[in-house]
């Protein structure tokens, strides 16, 4: 059985999610909890194999690279700590937005 990775959500992402919420609550409460709930399920499931998503940026130090995930229409930024089995979520964005600079 595969060893599962500890996710830590940076406040960045929190508040990212949250700001997510709070945007889509305005039209549609219920439809704002589910999406938010479908977000939160896509980062449980880096538990275990983090590392099945594509590397965004920063190939040459793998310790640095951040990863992207798709949860349609939304890309979740992470990176992989090997060393302490530790997933870090850095940031949720529209698909639509330009991807983040500051990775």
């Known amino acids: 059985m595969p060893e599962r990775y500890r996710i830590i959500i940076t406040p960045r ?46 190939r040459k130090q793998p310790s640095e690279a951040v990863r992207r995930m798709p949860v349609p229409p939304f890309l979740i930024y992470y990176r992989v700590q090997e060393e302490h089995l530790a997933v870090d979520i850095i940031t949720i964005r529209h698909g639509a937005r330009r991807p983040p600079r500051d990775l």
Not at 14 to 22: F, T, Y
């Open 13 to 58: 992402a929190s508040a990212d999610l949250q700001d997510i919420h709070q945007y889509i609550e305005k039209d549609s409460p219920q439809n704002a909890t589910s999406v938010a709930g479908e977000i939160i399920k896509a980062i449980d499931s880096l538990e275990i194999f983090p590392l099945r998503y594509r590397v965004y940026k920063g």
